[in-house]
Nanobody, 129 residues
Framework: QVQLVESGGGSVQAGGSLTLSCSAS???????????MGWFRQAPGKQREGVAT???????VYADSVKGRFTISKDYAKNTLYLQMNSLKVEDTAMYYC????????????????????WGQGTQVTVSS
């Protein structure tokens, strides 16, 4: 079974930047089998929400709250999914999760997180004022 492992979280001041990474435990799944992947986040006491998705063709979709500040990307050679986060705000504080929809190349479920069937354990991002 493929496992997703996130890293790169931490504590930064507002306006700062972080880059999250998500690696698959079995490289074949990111290099030879393309499918929809995404980043989601959940703040304490709030629902999990979508941040960004990327499909097999590299088409990206962003939540309005992060457009222009976050960038999702894939590196097939490194079998890694990234989330570059710039101009971080206090409200970006949350646990960030990498997710995969192994059944689809296109992100047919959008930000409906319950439909994604592969998840990492999460990495904490804390932004202070």
């Amino acid at each position: 079974q493929v496992q997703l492992v996130e890293s790169g979280g931490g504590s930064v001041q507002a306006g700062g930047s972080l880059t999250l990474s998500c690696s698959a435990s079995r490289s074949v799944y990111l290099s030879s089998i393309t499918y929809c992947m995404g980043w989601f986040r959940q703040a304490p006491g709030k629902q999990r929400e979508g941040v960004a998705t990327i499909n097999s063709d590299g088409v990206t979709v962003y939540a309005d709250s992060v457009k222009g500040r976050f960038t999702i990307s894939k590196d097939y050679a490194k079998n890694t999914l990234y989330l570059q986060m710039n101009s971080l705000k206090v409200e970006d504080t949350a646990m960030y999760y990498c997710a995969a929809d192994y059944a689809h190349a296109s992100c047919v479920y959008g930000f409906s997180w319950a439909m994604y069937n592969g998840w990492g354990q999460g990495t904490q991002v804390t932004v202070s004022s």
